[in-house]
T-cell receptor, first 111, second 113 residues
Framework: NAGVTQTPKFQVLKTGQSMTLQCAQDMNHNSMYWYRQDPGMGLRLIYY???????DKGEVPNGYNVSRLNKREFSLRLESAAPSQTSVYFC??????????FGPGTRLTVL | QKEVEQNSGPLSVPEGAIASLNCTYSDRVSQSFFWYRQYSGKSPELIMS????GDKEDGRFTAQLNKASQYVSLLIRDSQPSDSATYLC?????????????FGDGTTLTVKP
């Protein structure tokens, strides 16, 4: 089992560019999450998907969109990147006992 | 006031000592409580979860929960240099919204040999 995988690992964008962060899990989990982590801070929930076909906003959804492509994959899209979106992005999936498993993260810099 | 507050670090303890990490939360209806460990440059990993008042022990780790005081703590006994990391407290609901935890900003622990 690979667990939760994320691509890319690193990305540099210019202001206004768009990109999609990919996340996949092979643990057959229903719920998946996207977080951002700014330096010295905890994780803030951007969007989550409780099950295939459903998505909902978290604490900081502005500037992002998501797609739950199927049970395995949950992507995060930045339509027009801004320097304030420079962060580390983590994808996670969850089993029913609340345990979340995190991917390795994507380090995004927006110039 | 932040929803989840952790004692500001960094926290430094000598090897073999007990490290005490504290967390308070503001939402009284919270029902699930977690401690994650995050090594520098890595992703968080769950080390303890607790749902009921009292203590829960797992090896060298003990989580303590007091819902009346809205307080959860993590004790690490016999601290090792490998315990040096940032510890994140997370608090959330159960049921339909389970997984929508709110994270604190973390406390960085350094265990000195």
């Amino acid at each position: 089992n690979a667990g939760v995988t994320q691509t890319p690992k690193f990305q540099v964008l210019k202001t206004g560019q768009s990109m999609t962060l990919q996340c996949a899990q092979d643990m057959n989990h229903n719920s998946m999450y996207w977080y951002r982590q700014d330096p010295g801070m905890g994780l803030r929930l951007i969007y989550y998907s409780a099950s295939e076909g459903t998505t909902d906003k978290g604490e900081v959804p502005n500037g992002y969109n998501v797609s739950r492509l199927n049970k395995r994959e949950f992507s995060l899209r930045l339509e027009s990147a801004a320097p304030s979106q420079t962060s580390v992005y983590f994808c996670a999936s969850r089993i029913t006992d609340n345990t979340q498993y995190f991917g390795p993260g994507t380090r995004l810099t927006v110039l | 006031q932040k929803e989840v507050e952790q004692n500001s670090g960094p926290l430094s303890v000598p090897e073999g000592a007990i490290a005490s990490l504290n967390c308070t939360y503001s939402d009284r209806v919270s029902q699930s409580f977690f401690w994650y460990r995050q090594y520098s440059g890595k992703s968080p990993e769950l080390i303890m979860s607790i749902y009921s008042n009292g203590d829960k022990e797992d090896g060298r780790f003990t989580a303590q929960l007091n819902k009346a005081s809205q307080y959860v703590s993590l004790l690490i006994r016999d601290s090792q240099p490998s315990d040096s990391a940032t510890y994140l407290c997370a608090v959330g609901p159960i049921g339909t919204n389970a997984g929508k935890s709110t994270f604190g900003d973390g406390t960085t622990l350094t265990v000195k040999p």
